[in-house]
């Protein structure tokens, strides 16, 4: 039937976070040149997002900047989980790429740098995922970006123990994650266990 054709011809949709530039705008482009596939590029400024749109869309990319998506806002994530269900039904992909990261010569003092990045990195994909998620249609996936210097060596023992427990729970996992911050502000967060670094920053360096 030609409902049937409809259907059979409408591209998988795939959500990137970040990609307006960098990795996520190379996940997009790939994405966007893919057989059958649309990447809905997702970012923070809506003039950034928009040109990155259409510098992939020249190249013949399948790709569509919505709105505006901003990982610290959850009015914001809940408006643009709205507006892809609206125009779209479902998602087949979610790319977890967008982050921050303070530049090495960033002015910011380390025990300043962790509140705001676990803020954006991890409580903010997790309000993605809990606002995206119920839209992936069944086959879907979800794909987490993340860097080498969150290696599990870089940990205690003790830490990289409770951090691969398979029982972890997400409320136990966020708490870790906040005791993380209260440990770094203190100044405490080598002897407690955790790395003296993320990305490519290293306290004091």
Known sequence: SSGARRVMASPRIAVVTGANKGIGYEIARGL???????????????S?????????QAEGCRVHFLM???????????????????????IDALVNNGAIAFKAKDPTPFQQQARPTLHTNFFGTVAVCDALVPLIRKGGCIVNVASIAGCLGRYSPALTAKLTDPQLSRQELGNLMD????DVEAGGHRQAGWAGTWYRRRQGG
């Open 68 to 90: 505006a998506l901003d990982l610290d806002d959850r009015a914001s994530v809940a408006a643009f989980a709205h507006q892809l269900q609206a125009q779209y039904g479902g």
């Open 179 to 182: 005791q993380f911050v209260v």
């Open 32 to 46: 966007g040149q893919a057989p059958g596939w649309l990447c809905i590029m997702a970012c923070r400024s809506p």
């Open 48 to 56: 950034q997002g928009q040109a990155a749109a259409a510098q992939l």
